[in-house]
């Protein structure tokens, strides 16, 4: 168990609809990361939040979005979906401002399946 | 901007065989390196980091990885590979605050 949960684990919608997939960080975890995992593109970057504040920002496309509360949980909000979206959406949470060498941590993801 | 290179898809193996999973990396400056390990229909597991010191670092159930600086690699080993090593392994690179992730790489090990 790597303390970061992710719910739901799975989800099934129909194209055109909006999903919300939450991530609690590790206990102590400053930094919340959202990773994409699809069979054609492997595992792809997201967006990353430290201390509720957007610190990088990678694939995600405009449909997409995410935010990290002031408890540190985040969100992933995906909308208007397509088939294209179905994959596996990871979490991830590190300590950060620490140090360079932070581990991260992934949670079991969040199957998305659009029909 | 920095990429991971994994060369190799899919590797298959019989059991008992050495494992060698190749990653490079370009970046120019301080990284750190890891390989994560995701079973089947399981999330991704950390299997050893790189951080600093000794470029040889051991990570769990028997596996080693070399970091040599000079060939931006980071290549993972086992000496005896067991069917309950199947899985896909990937090499990741962390510089300032973002993580990269290679392709990955398939391993089966025939039983």
């Known amino acids: 168990d790597s303390g970061v949960t992710q719910t739901p684990k799975h989800l099934i919608t129909a194209t055109g609809q909006r999903v919300t997939l939450r991530c609690s960080p590790r206990?102590?975890?400053?930094?919340v990361y959202w990773y994409q995992q699809s069979l054609d593109q492997g595992l792809q970057f997201l967006i990353q939040y430290y201390n509720g504040e957007e610190r990088a920002k990678g694939n995600i496309l405009e449909r997409f979005s995410a935010q990290q509360f002031p408890d540190l949980h985040s969100e992933l909000n995906l909308s208007s979906l397509e088939l294209g979206d179905s994959a596996l959406y990871f979490c991830?949470?590190?300590?950060?401002?620490?140090?360079?060498?932070?581990?991260?941590?992934f949670g079991e993801g969040s199957w998305l399946t659009v029909v | 901007a920095q990429s991971v290179s994994q060369h190799n898809h899919h590797v298959i193996l019989s059991e008992a065989a050495s494992l060698e999973l190749g990653c490079n990396y370009s970046?120019?400056?301080?990284?750190?390196l890891f390989w994560y390990v995701q079973y089947p229909g399981q999330h991704l597991q950390l299997l050893l980091k790189y951080f600093s010191g000794d470029p040889l670092v051991k990570g769990i159930k028997g596996f080693e990885a070399e970091f040599i600086k000079s060939k931006f690699s980071f290549n993972l080993r086992k000496p005896s590979v067991q069917w309950s090593d199947t899985a896909e392994y990937f090499c990741?690179?962390?510089?300032?605050?973002?993580?990269?992730f290679g392709s990955g790489t398939q391993l089966t090990v025939l039983p």
């Open positions: 206990s102590g975890d400053l930094s």
């Open positions: 991830a949470s590190s300590v950060e401002g620490q140090g360079h060498g932070n581990t991260i941590y």
């Open positions: 990741a690179v962390r510089s300032a605050r973002q993580l990269t």
């Open positions: 970046y120019g400056g301080t990284v750190n």
